[in-house]
T-cell receptor, first 115, second 112 residues
Framework: DAGVIQSPRHEVTEMGQEVTLRCKPI?????LFWYRQTMMRGLELLIY????????DSGMPEDRFSAKMPNASFSTLKIQPSEPRDSAVYFC?????????????FGDGTRLSIL | QKEVEQNSGPLSVPEGAIASLNCTYS??????FFWYRQYSGKSPELIMF????GDKEDGRFTAQLNKASQYVSLLIRDSQPSDSATYLC????????????FGTGTRLKVLA
């Protein structure tokens, strides 16, 4: 089975540029999560979707961040304009909707560097 | 107080020993508890989950949950150098939600 697929794996861009991160969840999974991981703050939940609808975006740091899920097999996280402090590894995860005991499965992440 | 706390380590154990990793959480309504392993530069991968008080064993791994004391632990028996990684504890928040709250992880070093 294909796991969660993220692209790109690495992104290096200059401050002020728009960055778009992409995620394809595991087929049949109804929940999709976006996380950010840094050495200082660990793994932080940014936003999660259920059946393509955003449920909780309280972790989105500011208006420069936006996320969409236009269909069950695709989600994007966009940063515009990007800043050096956005440099981190961004993970996407998905899980099935059978019970709260279902685990989340993570993609390989996107390592983002803003110069 | 952080919602999920772990000792950052590093926890160093000799090869073949038992490694004991601990996690405490603040939300008494938490229902499910997960242990993830993360190698440097890689994504978190699920090792075990537990949601009932007591022990749950899977191979060399045992998860222990004590809801009254609000802690969950992971024991790794016969530790191997390949077990060297950061171990993340994740706790679901109140019943009916699907958010995980992650601890900051404990770095484990198994010395050959």
């Amino acid at each position: 089975d294909a796991g969660v697929i993220q692209s790109p794996r690495h992104e290096v861009t200059e401050m002020g540029q728009e960055v778009t991160l992409r995620c394809k969840p595991i087929s049949g999974h109804d929940y999709l999560f976006w996380y950010r991981q840094t050495m200082m703050r660990g793994l932080e939940l940014l936003i999660y979707f259920n059946n393509n609808v955003p449920i909780d975006d309280s972790g989105m740091p500011e208006d420069r961040f936006s996320a969409k899920m236009p269909n069950a097999s695709f989600s994007t996280l966009k940063i515009q304009p990007s800043e050096p402090r956005d440099s981190a590894v961004y993970f996407c995860a998905s899980r099935a909707d059978r019970s709260t005991n279902q685990p989340q499965h993570f993609g390989d992440g996107t390592r983002l560097s803003i110069l | 107080q952080k919602e999920v706390e772990q000792n950052s380590g590093p926890l160093s154990v000799p090869e073949g020993a038992i490694a004991s990793l601990n996690c405490t959480y603040s939300d008494r309504g938490s229902q499910s508890f997960f242990w993830y392993r993360q190698y440097s530069g890689k994504s978190p991968e699920l090792i075990m989950f537990i949601y009932s008080n007591g022990d749950k064993e899977d191979g060399r791994f045992t998860a222990q949950l004590n809801k009254a004391s609000q802690y969950v632990s992971l024991l790794i028996r016969d530790s191997q150098p390949s077990d060297s990684a950061t171990y993340l504890c994740a706790v679901t928040s109140q019943r009916g939600t699907y958010k995980y709250i992650f601890g900051t992880g404990t770095r484990l070093k198994v010395l050959a």
